[in-house]
């Protein structure tokens, strides 16, 4: 089984665009195709709620609940940082857009009081699934962000997704403290 996810791994990532791998958004590349690498290499055994089983115990996993739990974004100082690091990511591929001219693109044009707001016209995940007949494993990947926010306690604030043939990915991502979001 793991041979056979190894394989179709490096399968996965021949086929996905390049975004560079110094990308700061590379992460979400790879931990996507490393999830989804074991039910393309062993389809008979892995379809899509067993796919949708692999993440939900990923999550439930108290080293990963620890780790992605160190960040608490209600914090100020912690929030300001992780602000920082996501325009830090925007800048990094803005800069090399000529490059890697299909990663992932950050729009913070539309303001909210509370939390931080961006949003995606590309998405080199959703991009690579359709084009390999994937699709309808995107929205489990896209689900996983909520996943994440949470455990930083956070909550993920979402009306589009590329994968649900929106022309956006939205976030707009606001402390778990604030319980009215403006």
């Known amino acids: ?8 791994y490096k399968n996965l990532l021949d086929k996905a665009e390049d975004i560079g791998y110094r990308s700061p958004m590379s992460n979400n590349l790879y931990m ?19 796919m949708k089983k692999i993440i939900d115990e990923f999550y439930d996993n108290k080293l990963i609940r620890r780790y ?12 300001k940082v992780f602000e920082r690091g996501i325009h830090k990511r ?34 080199p995940i959703a991009k690579l699934f359709q084009e390999n007949y994937f699709a309808g494993y995107t929205p489990l990947f896209c689900a996983m ?6 455990l ?15 022309g956006e990915c939205d976030f707009w991502i606001v402390p778990d403290s604030i319980t009215d979001p403006k």
Request: aromatic letters at 14%.
């Open 145 to 150: 962000d909520y996943k994440n926010f949470a």
């Open 152 to 166: 930083m306690r956070e909550n993920l604030h979402r009306d589009h997704i590329i994968a649900k043939g929106h």
């Open 68 to 79: 992605l739990g160190l960040m608490n974004l209600n914090k100020p100082g912690v929030f």
């Open 1 to 8: 089984m793991i041979n056979n996810a190894h394989e179709a």
């Open 90 to 123: 925007a800048a990094w591929i803005e800069k090399r857009r000529d490059v890697y001219p299909k990663n992932w693109d950050f729009d913070f044009s539309t303001q909210h009081v509370d939390g931080l707001y961006y949003r995606f016209t590309i998405c």
């Open 32 to 50: 996507v195709l490393a999830f989804f690498s074991f039910h393309v290499g062993n389809k008979d055994l892995i379809q899509h709620d067993e």
